[in-house]
Every structure is written in structure tokens, then in C-alpha cells.
Nanobody
Framework: QVQLVESGGGLVQAGGSLRLSCAAS????????MGWYRQAPGKQRELVAT???????AYADSVKGRFTISRDNAKKIVNLQMNSLNPEDTAVYYC?????????WGQGTQVTVSS
């Protein structure tokens, strides 16, 4: 059983920065993709950024140049550095770990950006 525990959410003013972290525990396959998704009130969950075990990354257009995803394979940690935040980034952010067999999700962490 895989568990994902997120941390680092909170309230920040527009233009500010936050860093989210997600630690995976349990039996994970060596090859997987970890990432962050977000869901704003009244909207569908959307991809923010992903990174695979090889280090290849993908970003939503809305966060390119502002957010940076990174991971530590040995520690099973994925981080999301978020800079130049704006109110449209307000959402619950979910950590995801995907293998060829299963998708795992964290409980979510709230990010609120005030204008």
C-alpha cells in the first residue's frame, strides 16, 4: 500500500512563493511518475506538473516559467516550487504517484493566493 503525504500549503499574497512537498511511503515501483494536480472550487482537477524517475518533466501552460517540479528518487519525495503566484493559482493541490498498475493520491493541501 502506497501513502502520499503532502505539506507546504498555505496562504500567500499575490507575487509570493510557496514550496509543496510530497513524501511517498510503502511499496512503489522503481519506475513511476510523480506529479501535482490541483482543483479549484467548481472546476475539474487539472494537471500542474509531472516528473518521471528519469527526470523528464511536463508542465501546464499556465504555470510554465513560474513553477518547478523536482524529485529525490532515493527519498521518494517530489517537490513543487511555486513562484509569482496569482489568485488563479488558488486551489487544493494533490500529489500523485502513477505506476503502470495504479494511481495513488494524497489527501490534498490548500493553497490560497490573496490579491
Amino acid at each position: 500500500q502506497v501513502q502520499l503525504v503532502e505539506s507546504g500549503g498555505g496562504l500567500v499574497q499575490a507575487g509570493g512563493s510557496l514550496r509543496l512537498s510530497c513524501a511517498a511511503s510503502g511499496s512503489t515501483l522503481r519506475i513511476n511518475t510523480m506529479g501535482w494536480y490541483r482543483q479549484a472550487p467548481g472546476k475539474q482537477r487539472e494537471l500542474v506538473a509531472t516528473i518521471n524517475t528519469g527526470g523528464s518533466t511536463a508542465y501546464a501552460d499556465s504555470v510554465k516559467g513560474r513553477f518547478t517540479i523536482s524529485r529525490d528518487n532515493a527519498k521518494k519525495i517530489v517537490n513543487l516550487q511555486m513562484n509569482s503566484l496569482n489568485p488563479e493559482d488558488t486551489a487544493v493541490y494533490y500529489c500523485n504517484l502513477a505506476t503502470i498498475f495504479h494511481d495513488y493520491w494524497g489527501q490534498g493541501t490548500q493553497v490560497t493566493v490573496s490579491s
